[in-house]
């Protein structure tokens, strides 16, 4: 399934924060979004899975769903979003239970998807007992327990120290690998974008607009930080974004 | 190296930790002061009365079978007054925090309510309810009713937003989200709330008893204070604490069981 944002514009009150917004997220592909911070990307994520509504412009999803999709278009919050009062695979089983499945089943999606984040020896865990990137694989685990069309995700490891965040980049890319999902992924950090986009969009300051659209050819798992062209690609992004950045910065600091 | 200087320990203070024994031996010392000013004669009987003639009264109270007599008929007013209040209360809260129509009506009229003393409107309740066990229940279900509302519902609006969306965009039912995510969210709040309703709970369950009740731990209390039974009143009075301490560990045993997942 493709998912499709087209003329996507918004405002909060007098403040017009998206401007004309056009993005195609083709199947099996990561999409990057950055930008400088306060330029919308979090509130287009939201516009994106219907958890807000756009002042004007449609989000559309065409084909179909890929069979035993529960969710469509799936979260990672930057926060994890995680019930304190469940256990990890409690956690997990929270957004099964919803559905008519079998005990039997629900537990074979619950072990798979832990499996598959290297959770198994944490089934029984509690959120507090976790770091923060574990934290974040059960997230993720959640997210893929669902199996979602769409994954949409909010600057997933802007919580998390720079080491952990290394580890779950190699994590993401790995899950990719096996088994390629479609994205859309928030981040303000170039690095990510360059390790994970297939393709990275540009948005403006405020108001914001796509201002560069910027394809990686490279195949995730032959991508690393001292890649040629992927150096190229974040310097690349980095002079397309500092006069925003900067700009924005000096606004903020205004208001 | 000349000139070097340990530096001092400045962060203590300011964090009081618990001694198990500290309220234990500080009871006892005041019931050891009560008894030796009394047999000193430097208290004068009719304040007090001896520590150990109420403990006596106690016994007594124990060996004729009164106690039982007494505790069973409050504790069963407690037991139905409190359950139907705090229940109701939890579930008023619970609508006042997820409907707008219901918290815009109902939050001042829980406003109005909540300052009036119970205890003013018993004669209204004898005629509502009758002189039997109804007016009684009534009395202590709306005492406890309306601290439970007001807990209840800042609870709820205390619970974590981003909990709920990450619900929506799930897709989970409504009833989903109020049952797994909103209630256990608020349950800390709610029990900290009942603390408080069933302390009151208690409180009005004497003047509940102060009308045509034969037996019970307040219409206990209120004869021996019409004889000036210092030693019967002080038995009484030592068995409603009793009760509040109880009440008190009670729901601190259910914070720990139910709360297992905070820190």
Redesign the interface.
């Known amino acids: 399934m493709d998912l499709t944002l087209r003329s996507i514009t918004h405002r909060y009150g007098d403040t017009e924060v998206l401007r004309d917004v056009t993005i195609d997220v083709p199947s099996g592909r990561v999409v990057c979004i950055v930008g400088p911070s306060g330029c919308g990307k979090s509130t287009l994520l939201r516009i994106a899975g219907g958890l807000e509504r756009a002042g004007g412009g449609q989000v559309l999803q065409r084909g179909h769903p890929p069979d035993g999709c529960l969710n469509p278009l799936t979260y990672v919050f930057q926060d994890f979003a995680l019930l304190p009062w469940r256990s990890v695979a409690g956690n997990v089983e929270l957004v099964l239970e919803d559905h008519p499945l079998s005990a039997a089943e629900r537990q074979a999606t619950v072990a798979d998807v832990l499996a598959r984040t290297r959770l198994d020896g944490f089934r029984d865990a509690l959120p507090r007992q976790l770091s923060g990137g574990m934290k974040q694989r059960v997230a993720i685990a959640r997210a893929l327990a669902v199996r979602p069309a769409v994954m949409l995700m909010d600057e997933p490891l802007s919580a998390l120290d720079a080491q952990t965040r290394e580890l779950l980049m190699d994590d993401l890319v790995g899950l990719w690998t096996r088994q390629p999902f479609t994205a859309l992924y928030v981040t303000h950090n170039l690095s990510e974008a360059v390790r994970l986009g297939h393709r990275v969009v540009v948005l403006s300051r405020r108001p914001g607009r796509v201002r560069e659209v910027v394809d990686l050819d490279v195949p995730l798992p032959d991508r690393h930080d001292a890649h040629p062209d992927l150096v190229r690609a974040r310097d690349h992004l980095w002079s397309a974004i500092r006069a925003e950045a900067a700009a924005a910065d000096a606004e903020l600091q205004d208001a | 190296m000349p000139d070097a200087r340990a530096v001092p320990f400045r962060g203590g203070g300011f964090r009081p930790r618990g001694n198990r024994w500290a309220a234990l031996i500080l009871f006892a010392a005041i019931l050891v002061l009560v008894e030796w000013g009394l047999r000193g004669g430097w208290i004068s009987p009719l304040t007090l009365p001896l520590p150990s003639a109420v403990l006596a009264t106690f016994g007594e109270l124990w060996r004729t079978g009164a106690l039982v007599d007494h505790m069973v008929p409050s504790l069963s007013r407690l037991a139905v007054g409190a359950v139907l209040g705090a229940g109701l209360g939890i579930a008023v809260g619970v609508a006042i925090g997820l409907f707008g129509l219901v918290r815009a009506g109902l939050i001042p009229l829980v406003a109005a309510i909540f300052p009036i003393p119970k205890i003013a409107l018993l004669p209204l309740f004898v005629i509502w309810f009758g002189i039997g066990e109804a007016s009684k229940w009534a009395l202590i279900a709306f005492g406890t009713f309306t601290p439970t509302v007001v807990a209840t519902y800042g609870a709820v609006d205390n619970v974590d937003r981003?909990?709920i969306?990450?619900g929506?965009?799930?897709?989970?039912?409504w009833w989903?989200i109020v049952s797994?995510?909103v209630l256990?969210g608020a349950m800390p709040g709610i029990l900290s709330g009942l603390r408080v309703s069933l302390a009151i709970a208690i409180i009005l369950l004497v003047a509940a008893e102060m009308l045509g009740a034969e037996y019970g731990i307040g219409a206990y209390i209120l004869t021996a204070g019409s004889l000036y039974d210092l030693e019967r009143l002080f038995a009484g009075v030592t068995i409603l604490s009793i009760l509040g301490v109880l009440v008190s560990a009670v729901i601190g045993w259910l914070e720990k069981r139910v709360?297992r997942?905070?820190?």
């Open positions: 981003g909990l969306r990450m929506q965009s799930f897709g989970l039912r989903s797994k995510i256990p709360l997942w905070r820190t």
